[in-house]
């Protein structure tokens, strides 16, 4: 029953910028983390960012951190990742997360996983 649904991918140039939306729905989302993770086939899944429910705490990959920003806005039961700066190496599908998480990067096991948007970052 629960849904989450990414959106916003495509295709920039290096350097450009890019935000991505993931909006859950099917439930009461109170108190769960929302993050980011990405894929590369070859490569395994990632993380990238995470923020806690009240959007106070927020943890960030060492590569992206310092380009790219998590928000969120509960009222909407949506989660944002913008992405300043990107590089060729920040292509991926990028998948959205949603739950308790063990400690700031781990999402529980019975998390939620959107399907993925694909970013594509060109030299």
């Known amino acids: 029953q629960v849904q989450l649904v990414e959106s916003g991918g495509g295709l920039v140039q290096a350097g450009g910028s890019l935000r991505l939306s993931c909006a859950a729905s099917?439930?009461?989302?109170?108190?769960?983390?929302m993050g980011w993770f990405r894929h590369t086939p070859g490569k395994e899944r990632e993380f990238v960012a995470a923020?806690?429910?009240?959007?106070?705490?927020?943890h960030y990959a060492d590569s992206v951190k310092g380009r790219f920003t998590i928000s969120r806005d509960n009222a909407k039961n949506t989660a944002y990742l913008q992405m300043n700066s990107p590089k060729p190496e920040d292509t991926a599908i990028y998948y959205c997360?949603?739950?308790?998480?063990?400690?700031?990067?781990?999402?529980?096991?019975?998390?939620?996983w959107g399907q993925g948007t694909q970013v594509t970052i060109s030299s």
């Open positions: 099917g439930r009461t989302f109170i108190g769960y983390t």
């Open positions: 997360v949603l739950g308790n998480f063990y400690g700031d990067r781990k999402p529980a096991s019975d998390a939620y």
């Open positions: 923020i806690t429910w009240n959007g106070v705490n927020t």
